[in-house]
């Protein structure tokens, strides 16, 4: 197939057939695993023990070259010879020329490496008939993988703290995709349990209230409901002020997940399904979960509470399934939800974006999720810790919070998005939004998309310029290109990092990366030249791999790759 890049009527194209890209650190080790072959049957050194595992890395030092090894050091241990003898071997046995174009041995045993700028050259192609799926890496074999994430109660707009599980989740969801795995993504929706009461008596009032009902307002209130009521209010005028007060907050739950949805789609969040909890306990799936756990004796009765007794099978302390007043636990729901989607269902995996109030009845839901017979490694929690907005945390049931709905007005979705996985999971975000609306080079939103579109700005050019864009003679891409090409080539290894170790964060770093350095590219390089036009070509053809690079980790970050700013 002929490799191409299209922009309206404008397409770079290399003739001729196009093999998948090779990141330098895949190509380095293969060129490694020979040399190591041919050393070992010439008898240059002795056969290791076992397979070698031969580790390709970056130096910190830049001048020791592109990539370096420890193989020798590795080989050693074995070997009884020491590293530097070993080191030289393998530096004889390499084939130099066509993807090493330089090796010299160094410190206690590295072998440090410069790749051939022509083969780094040659890997454009490949990146640019790949377009859309360029990145893409086989960790899955098709399995497939169930992500749900935010799911907040429908009891009150989305928060941006739930904010921050939807682009997570999102990211993830678009990672695995690209990492192999048939991908559906879930919102559960936690409409069961004595909340929902509490949320039905506040919204009635509330809504009663508006209508000009003078009433006391219920024992526990529940603040974020006066959104709800707000809707009802806006949809129906005052036709709903005399149904009871359990069919009225009915309507209200519709009326709020509506609005839910509708600012989870303007951010770019589209979920293939919506499972309601309450359906756990209609359908029996929590009664019969529960017999289960009594049937394998990891059930207790005490202090008129029913337990799952996690301490029988090695956990700290027991979890109540079902309080004194028959009213079952969260933890008992959240049981019957995993058995639901990981046996009923049968996803090969299930990965859970969740808030850091999750975190401590995870060790016996994995517990009991053993005992009925549910492999824990089927299983991924992802727990994101608090937002704070100029420092103040936020907490929806008070009625303090910030919601994405105001957020989306004052920023976009694609700052959002950027910002809330721009920290590692684990760590809680001051979102910035003075920066986060910024049209500068310090708001990294900003500072990306502007690299993608200046990649679609020298199309223009060219094309205002009659400057050729095919068939390009590589021969003009040396040096200067070589330290942007390996990072363009980093792609996949960036889409496998992210999908085994679930943690999007990463993806902004790269994009910022990769940003930077077309930046530094585009300043110090004249990319379109009437005067030249075989260097312009060439030069395309680059701009053209960064662009396919930048347009899909904006993607897979669920952000807008724009052809002008």
Excluded at 286 to 305: F, H, N, S, T, W
Aim: hydrophobic letters at 45%; aromatic letters at 6%.
């Amino acid at each position: 197939m002929d490799a191409h890049y299209t922009d309206a009527s404008l397409r770079i194209r290399t003739e001729g057939p196009v093999t998948a890209a090779r990141s330098v650190a895949d190509a380095v080790g293969e060129a490694l695993a020979d040399a190591l072959e041919r050393s070992v049957r010439t008898g240059a050194i002795a056969a290791p023990d076992g397979a070698a595992d031969i580790v390709v890395e970056k130096p910190k030092d830049p001048s020791h070259g592109d990539v370096a090894t420890n193989l020798a050091l590795r080989l050693a241990r074995h070997a009884g010879r020491p590293p530097l003898e070993i080191a030289e071997a393998l530096r004889e046995h390499l084939v130099l020329g066509e993807i090493i174009e330089s090796a010299e041995v160094a410190g206690p045993g590295f072998i440090n490496m410069r790749v051939h700028p022509a083969w780094l050259a040659a890997q454009l192609a490949p990146v640019i008939g790949a377009g859309e799926r360029w990145g893409d890496v086989d960790l899955a074999n098709g399995r497939s993988v169930q992500v749900e994430f935010v799911s907040a109660n429908p009891t009150g707009p989305v928060t941006l703290g739930a904010t921050r599980g939807a682009a997570v989740g999102d990211a993830l969801a678009n990672v695995l995709d690209a990492a192999g795995y048939r991908v559906e993504k879930e919102y559960y929706v936690n409409d069961a349990g004595s909340r929902m009461q509490t949320f039905f008596e506040s919204c009635a009032w509330y809504y009663r209230t508006m209508c000009g009902i003078d009433a006391p307002p219920p024992d526990e209130l529940y603040p974020a409901a006066e959104r709800a009521a707000e809707l009802l209010l806006a949809e129906h005028g005052d036709a709903l002020r005399d149904l009871p007060i359990d069919q009225l907050g009915e309507h209200g739950v519709v009326a709020q997940l509506a609005e839910i949805r509708r600012d989870l789609e303007q951010l770019g969040v589209h979920f293939d399904s919506w499972f309601h909890e309450q359906s756990l306990f209609d359908s029996g799936a929590v009664e019969d979960m529960l017999r289960r756990l009594r049937d394998a004796g990891c059930v207790v009765e005490r202090d008129g509470a029913v337990w799952f007794a996690a301490t029988a099978v090695g956990l700290d302390k027991d979890e109540v399934l079902v309080r004194s007043n028959g009213m079952p636990t969260y933890f008992t729901s959240d049981l019957a939800y995993h058995l639901d989607k990981l046996e009923k269902r049968a996803f090969d995996r299930a990965v859970d974006v969740v808030g850091a109030d999750h975190q401590g009845h995870l060790p016996r839901m994995f517990g009991a999720l053993r005992v009925l017979g549910i492999a824990p490694s089927r299983l991924d929690i992802v727990i994101t810790q608090l937002i704070t907005v100029g420092g103040a945390k936020m907490k929806k049931a008070a009625g303090h919070y910030v919601t994405l709905r105001e957020i989306l007005d004052q920023v976009g979705a694609d700052a959002i998005r950027f910002f809330l996985i721009s920290r590692g999971t684990g760590s809680t975000i001051d979102f910035d939004l003075d920066l986060a609306v910024k049209a500068g080079n310090e708001n990294p939103v900003f500072y990306v998309q502007m690299a993608h579109a200046r990649c679609a700005g020298v199309f223009r050019q060219a094309q205002a310029d009659g400057v050729p864009t095919g068939s390009p003679d590589l021969s003009f891409l040396g040096t200067d290109e070589s330290p942007l090409i390996r990072l363009l080539l980093d792609l996949p290894e960036v889409v496998r990092s992210v999908a085994q170790d679930l943690e999007p964060h990463r993806l902004t770093f790269y994009a910022q990366e990769v940003a930077a350095a077309w930046h530094r590219y585009y300043h110090d390089h004249r990319i379109v030249d009437a005067t030249a036009p075989a260097l312009s070509t060439a030069r395309l053809h680059l701009a053209a791999a960064v662009r396919v690079t930048l347009a899909r980790t904006l993607r897979l970050m669920g952000l807008s790759a724009p052809e002008r700013m």
